[in-house]
Nanobody
Framework: QVQLVESGGGLVQAGGSLRLSCAAS????????LGWYRQAPGNQRELVAD???????NYEDSVKGRFTISRDNAKNTVYLQMNSLKREDTAVYYC?????????WGQGTQVTVSS
């Protein structure tokens, strides 16, 4: 069993920055693909960025150059540094740990970007 607890969301003005954290616990955390997803009202949940245990990263096109995902394997924590935030980044952000048939999600943290 894996537990994921997100933190760091909030209200920020456009152009500002936020750093999300996801504290993970469980047996496969060190090997799973850790990712950040988001879901805005009326939209489907979408991948923002993910990172493999070896550090290989993948980003959704609209956040490239603005967001940075990183993981601290010693602390079992994944981060999402979000800079130059835009109104369209407003969503609930979810952390995910995925390894084969094992798939775990956090409860989400709200990010609201105001103009």
């Amino acid at each position: 069993q894996v537990q994921l607890v997100e933190s760091g969301g909030g209200l920020v003005q456009a152009g500002g920055s936020l750093r999300l954290s996801c504290a993970a616990s469980g047996s496969i955390v060190s090997i799973c693909v850790l990712g950040w997803y988001r879901q805005a009202p009326g939209n489907q949940r979408e991948l923002v960025a993910d990172i493999r245990s070896a550090g290989v990263t993948n980003y959704e096109d609209s956040v490239k150059g603005r967001f940075t995902i990183s993981r601290d394997n010693a602390k079992n924590t994944v981060y999402l540094q979000m800079n130059s935030l835009k109104r369209e980044d407003t969503a609930v952000y979810y952390c995910r740990c995925n390894w084969g048939r094992y798939d775990y999600w956090g409860q989400g943290t709200q990010v609201t970007v105001s103009s």
